[in-house]
């Protein structure tokens, strides 16, 4: 069983970065994508960033392309989503996930765990 516990979130204005953390815990054969989705209440979770394990290569959603990055640490136990330039529409709950596809891509991969969500949030 896999556990990921999100740390990092808070808030910025416009304009500010902010860098959330997931430490992953337990050992799955059954994972070789990782990723953070976020969501806004009444709205769908959406795929912001994955990186794939095998390959070390990540794709991301346009809305956050050229902004966001994210990355590994320590053999994959730590991921983490830096977040450059934030605006206000950025503003949600992000979760980091984790899971097996071939189509380790954001926007098309849907995982299998999730973390509990760390809030996000962006003034104007």
């Known amino acids: 069983q896999v556990q990921l516990v999100e740390s990092g979130g808070g808030s910025v204005q416009a304009g500010g970065s902010l860098r959330v953390s997931c430490g992953v815990y337990g050992y799955s054969y059954n994972t070789n994508c990782m990723g953070w989705f976020r969501q806004v209440p009444g709205k769908e979770r959406e795929g912001v960033a994955t990186?794939?394990?095998?390959?070390?290569?990540?794709s991301y959603a346009d809305s956050v392309k050229g902004r966001f990055a994210i990355s590994q640490w320590n053999s994959g136990n730590t991921l983490y989503l830096q977040m450059n330039s934030l605006q206000p529409e950025d503003t949600a709950m992000y979760y980091c996930?984790?899971?097996?596809?071939?189509?380790?891509?954001?926007?098309?991969?849907?995982?299998?765990?999730w973390g509990q969500g760390t809030q996000v949030t962006v003034s104007s």
């Open positions: 990186i794939n394990d095998d390959d070390g290569s990540t």
């Open positions: 996930a984790a899971g097996r596809g071939n189509d380790c891509y954001a926007g098309s991969w849907w995982p299998s765990y």
